[in-house]
């Protein structure tokens, strides 16, 4: 589980590229921005769930390799952090709590609803629910928070230099 110091690393290096994305296409904090991001948040999550395959009773094709699952899941993570910090969350004041039964479907339609919620009323309370249940997957796929806080590294760098070849 990523606990708060890696939770304010996460806000500080997502605050770093964000402001870079703001300066350099000369862009503005605003409603707008916010419901791209939230737009954007459950997109990342559905590409997530795609590569998982959990809900794909039809098929036999077994789920993405972990590093595939990981990369779309921390997609996901640049999202919620930028999120938190453009509602001036204090990352150091997040308490996790293990809830859910462990079925990555049921997951995923509560993510859906904890994203609708925050969006509905964007508050820290609707927004420490919407996180704490993005991070329950952590337990549910068996990620480890160094996985993620290597993958999530690997995805800014790469975020960065698409910034800087005109992505």
């Known amino acids: 589980m990523l606990n708060k110091e890696q939770l304010l690393y996460l806000?500080?290096?997502?605050?770093?590229?964000?402001n870079y994305i703001i300066s350099t296409k000369g862009l503005e904090l605003n409603e707008d921005m916010d419901n791209k991001k939230l737009i954007a948040l459950l997109?990342?999550?559905s590409e997530f769930v795609?590569?998982?395959?959990?809900?794909k009773f039809w098929s036999n094709k077994p789920s993405s390799e972990k590093e595939v699952v990981l990369e779309e899941f921390v997609d996901g993570?640049?999202?919620i952090i930028s999120i938190g910090n453009n509602v001036l969350y204090n990352?150091?004041?997040?308490?996790?709590?293990?809830?859910?039964?462990?079925?990555?479907n049921i997951w995923t339609l509560e993510m859906y609803n904890s994203i609708?919620?925050?969006?509905s009323f964007r508050s820290h309370k609707n927004y420490a629910a919407m996180l704490n249940k993005f991070l329950n997957c952590l337990f549910?796929?068996?990620?480890?928070?160094?996985?993620?806080i290597n993958s999530y590294n690997f995805k800014n760098k790469t975020n960065f230099e698409r910034q800087d070849n005109n992505y």
């Not at 806000?11 to 964000?18: F, G, P, R, V």
């Not at 990352?91 to 990555?104: A, I, T």
């Open 91 to 104: 990352f150091s004041n997040f308490e996790y709590k293990k809830e859910g039964n462990g079925d990555l």
């Open 11 to 18: 806000s500080e290096k997502q605050e770093q590229l964000d």
């Open 140 to 148: 549910i796929l068996n990620f480890s928070s160094e996985d993620v």
């Open 77 to 79: 993570l640049h999202f």
């Open 116 to 119: 609708m919620s925050f969006y």
């Open 43 to 45: 997109v990342e999550i």
């Open 50 to 55: 795609n590569e998982c395959r959990a809900f």
